[in-house]
C-alpha cells in the first residue's frame, strides 16, 4: 500500500512539474497532496531543488520559461519571440523579466513598470517586443516586426502594439513587406538605407532573387542553415550559371556577412555600383 501511495504521489509531482514547466510552489505541491515530509525527502535524493523560500525546481530539464521562472521572473524580449516562432536575431543568452529590476546571473534582466508578470511564465508579443527595443538595432526590429506580421497579419499586429514610439515607431514605418526570413528584412532595410534603387524577390526567367539593385545586380543571402540540402545548393548554383549567362553581376552573401559584417557587404555592393555593374550592360557607358 506504502508503494501504490508513493507511485500516486510521483507521478502527480510529475504531471504538476510539466504543466509549470518545472518550477513549483509549495502550495502548489500542497494541493497535489504532496507535503512538507516529502518535498524534504525529494529534495534529499535530488529529485528538487529548494530555489528559494516557497520555491522549488527539478533543475534537471527546464525549458526556456522554467528557466525564467526559476530566476524569479518570466521569459521575454528575444527568450520569448523565438519561443512564440518569430525570427529574432542570434542570441545566447536568457531574457527574463522580473517584477522589479535586479541584477541575474546567467541571464539578462529587463522591467516594464506597471506591467503585472503573467501567470503562464511567458511575456506575450506586446511585452516582448518593448523589451526587444533595448536589446535590438532599428533593423532587427524591422525583421521581428516582418516575422510576426507573417505569422498573424499586419492588423493584428498593429492592434497588440498599441501607443508606440522612438525606434520600435520607426520599425513599425519600415515593417510589413514580404520578407521570407530575417536575414531578408535586414537586406530590405539596409539597401534602403543606402538609397539604392532595388526590387526585392525580382523574377528573372525562372528564378527569383533575393535583391536587384538597378537592373542588373542581383544580391543573393545564404540561410542560417545553407548547405544543409544538396538540392538547394545545387539549385543556387544553376541560378548563380543562369544569371552570369544573362550578363548579371550575382554578389552572394551569408546570413553573417549581413547580420554582423554588413559594412564590408555594403562596401562591396558600392563597388559594383560604382562600376556600373547595376547597369544594363549595353548602357554602361552611358
Aim: aromatic share 6%.
Amino acid at each position: 500500500m506504502a508503494s501504490e501511495i508513493t507511485n500516486d504521489t510521483d507521478q502527480r509531482l510529475t504531471v504538476l512539474l510539466m504543466q509549470q514547466h518545472g518550477v513549483v510552489t509549495f502550495a502548489q505541491l500542497g494541493q497535489a497532496g504532496i507535503g512538507r515530509s516529502h518535498i524534504e525527502r525529494l529534495c534529499s535524493v535530488g529529485a528538487l531543488e529548494r530555489v528559494r523560500r516557497g520555491i522549488y525546481a527539478n533543475t534537471a530539464n527546464l525549458d526556456p520559461i522554467g528557466l525564467a521562472k526559476r530566476h524569479g521572473g518570466v521569459l521575454t524580449c528575444l527568450s520569448a519571440l523565438k519561443y512564440l516562432g518569430i525570427w529574432t536575431p542570434h542570441h545566447s543568452e536568457l531574457h527574463v523579466r522580473t517584477a522589479r529590476y535586479k541584477q541575474l546571473i546567467g541571464a539578462s534582466g529587463h522591467t516594464l513598470l506597471g506591467t503585472p508578470l503573467p501567470l503562464d511564465g511567458i511575456d506575450v508579443f506586446t511585452e516582448a517586443i518593448r523589451c526587444a527595443q533595448r536589446c535590438c538595432t532599428r533593423d532587427e526590429l524591422v525583421a521581428i516586426l516582418d516575422s510576426a506580421i507573417a505569422q498573424i497579419g499586419r492588423d493584428n499586429v498593429e492592434l497588440s502594439l498599441g501607443a508606440i514610439e522612438g525606434k520600435l515607431l520607426r520599425a513599425w514605418e519600415l515593417a510589413g513587406e514580404r520578407a521570407d526570413s530575417g536575414v531578408e528584412s535586414l537586406l530590405r532595410v539596409r539597401l534602403r538605407g543606402m538609397r539604392l534603387k532595388h526590387v526585392m524577390h525580382a523574377r528573372i526567367g525562372n528564378y527569383e532573387v533575393d535583391a536587384l539593385v538597378g537592373s542588373y545586380l542581383a544580391i543573393e543571402v545564404d540561410g542560417f542553415a545553407y548547405h544543409s540540402a544538396q538540392a538547394e545548393f545545387r539549385r543556387d548554383r544553376e541560378k548563380d550559371r543562369f544569371l552570369a549567362a544573362k550578363g548579371f553581376t550575382v554578389l552572394r552573401f551569408t546570413y553573417w556577412e549581413v547580420v554582423d559584417e554588413w559594412e564590408r557587404c555594403s562596401a562591396s555592393i558600392l563597388a559594383m555600383v560604382r562600376a556600373k555593374r547595376h547597369r544594363i550592360p549595353g548602357r554602361m557607358a552611358a
